[in-house]
Nanobody, 124 residues
Framework: QVHLVESGGGLVQAGGSLRLSCAASERTFSTYGIGWFRQAPGKEREFVAAVNWAGDVLRYGDSVKGRFAISRDNDKNTAYLQMNSLKPEDTAVYYC?????????????????WGQGTQVTVSS
C-alpha cells in the first residue's frame, strides 16, 4: 500500500509556473512508477506525465509536451511535476498515482494507488 500526498497547487496567471510535489509514505517508493493525471470539471481524467522507477523513462501527454517536466527523487520519496507556460486550459485537479510495475503507463487503469489531488487554477 502506498499513501500519496500532492501539494503545490494554487492560483497562477497564464504564462506562469508551478511545481507540484507528490510525497509517498512507502519506503519502497523507488520501486514504483509514478504518473500525473488531471481532471477538469465535466471531463475525464487525462494523462499528463509519467516516469519509471529509475527516472530515466519519461512520457508526456500531447497537451503538455515542452511545457511540463516530471522528475523524482527516490531519496526523498517524492515525485515532482514542473509546470511552465501555464494556460487557462491547464486548470484542473492534478492527481499523483503510483504503479507497482517497471514499465511506464499512460492510462488511468495502469495505476494502483492515487493521491487526493491538488487544485491548479490558471487565470487568463
Amino acid at each position: 500500500q502506498v499513501h500519496l500526498v500532492e501539494s503545490g497547487g494554487g492560483l497562477v496567471q497564464a504564462g506562469g509556473s508551478l511545481r507540484l510535489s507528490c510525497a509517498a509514505s512507502e519506503r519502497t517508493f523507488s520501486t514504483y512508477g509514478i504518473g500525473w493525471f488531471r481532471q477538469a470539471p465535466g471531463k475525464e481524467r487525462e494523462f499528463v506525465a509519467a516516469v519509471n522507477w529509475a527516472g530515466d523513462v519519461l512520457r508526456y501527454g500531447d497537451s503538455v509536451k515542452g511545457r511540463f517536466a516530471i522528475s523524482r527523487d527516490n531519496d526523498k520519496n517524492t515525485a515532482y511535476l514542473q509546470m511552465n507556460s501555464l494556460k487557462p486550459e491547464d486548470t484542473a485537479v492534478y492527481y499523483c498515482a503510483a504503479r507497482s510495475h517497471t514499465i511506464v503507463a499512460v492510462t488511468v487503469d495502469g495505476y494502483d494507488y492515487w493521491g487526493q489531488g491538488t487544485q491548479v487554477t490558471v487565470s487568463s
